[in-house]
């Protein structure tokens, strides 16, 4: 119930190409789920995050779509480039009632091919 | 602003030997957490601290860790008698209550 499963585990996409990476969740109590990117030798950074009350955000050339009654969500990457290769990895968690853990997918390592 | 840092960025240990890890927070970060990633796996948690308080460490896999924060500022990862297990990147994240992590770059220790 507390898992998180990503998909893909890798992406190669062309370069202006449109990458999409899905979450599916179990625990219908999550309600916070970020994005993070992690390049290799770095910390992941937070890219995008949404609240289960609305069903789209966007912020530049990534959108995370949800849809709470699949208990899934996913990131969009427009236009993409090869800066964007990187591995990302989804996450859920609740914060409501103060629970801090966040529950990480596998990671998708995307490959963006100029 | 100044990120996240953590020192030191390597570290290559003989087993058997203690190690110490540092994490400087975000300045006015309650929150922080220390996580080990495995290479090519996701974080995994092992603690959090709020303020100088560890109130979760059901995440440390053994009670060779052990982790402190002592004036709710610099936290100090210290695994005893490393094995060879040990051996994986260990991030710090600090956040501001709003479930917003931010993470340091990591430490990566190699355990020989």
């Not at chain 1, 370069?15 to 789920?33: L, P, R």
């Amino acid at each position: 119930q507390q898992q998180v499963k990503q998909s893909p585990q890798s992406l190669i996409v062309q370069k202006g190409g449109i990458s999409i990476i899905n979450c599916a969740y179990e625990n219908t109590a999550f309600d916070y789920f970020p994005w993070y990117q992690q390049f290799p030798g770095k910390g992941p950074a937070l890219l995008i995050a949404i609240r289960p009350d609305v069903s789209e955000k966007k912020e530049g050339r990534f959108t995370i779509s949800f849809n709470k009654s699949a208990k899934q969500f996913s990131l969009h990457i427009m236009d993409s480039q090869p800066g964007d290769s990187a591995t990302y990895f989804c996450a859920a968690s609740h914060l409501r009632d103060s629970n801090y853990q966040l529950i990480w997918g596998a990671g998708t390592k995307l490959i963006i091919k100029p | 602003g100044a990120g996240v840092s953590q020192s030191p960025r390597y570290k290559v240990a003989k087993r058997g030997q203690d190690v110490a890890l540092r994490c400087d927070p975000i300045s006015g970060h309650v929150s922080l957490f220390w996580y080990q990633q495995a290479l090519g796996q996701g974080p995994e948690f092992l603690t959090y601290f709020q303020n100088e308080a560890q109130l979760d460490k059901s995440g440390l896999p053994s009670d060779r860790f052990f982790a402190e924060r002592p004036e709710g500022s610099v936290s100090t990862l210290k695994i005893q008698r490393t094995q060879q297990e040990d051996s994986a990147v260990y991030l710090c994240a600090s956040s501001l209550y709003t479930g917003e992590q931010y993470f340091g770059p990591g430490t990566r220790l190699t355990v020989t």
